[in-house]
């Protein structure tokens, strides 16, 4: 089961350099801008939480996601996609 996490952006600190360090990927930090933050955190818990599902993945490393130039695909360092 997957759930969605709502979040009021006006209520959220502005990102720093620390946040996407935290995040990013060093393939998301060459082809997404700092703009994409939250798009970016959202995708990979939500490919977090469908891998630990499937796979019994259970710690979540933002870092070893990464997030297609389209958004599309989100990929963990050990090789699963999720679509």
Not at 7 to 15: C, G, K, N, Q, S
Not at 62 to 77: A, L, N, Q, Y
Request: net charge positive; charged share 25%; hydrophobic share 40%.
């Amino acid at each position: 089961m997957l759930g969605n996490d709502i979040i009021d952006l006006r209520e959220v600190a502005t990102v720093t350099h620390r946040h996407v360090k935290k995040i990013y990927s060093k393939s998301d930090l060459e082809i997404h801008s700092n703009n994409s933050y939250w798009k970016i955190l959202a995708l990979k818990e939500a490919a977090f939480k469908c891998l630990r599902q499937m796979f019994g993945l259970n710690s979540y490393v933002p870092t070893r996601f990464s997030v297609s130039e389209d958004f599309k695909i989100v990929i963990h360092d050990c090789g699963a996609r999720v679509h």
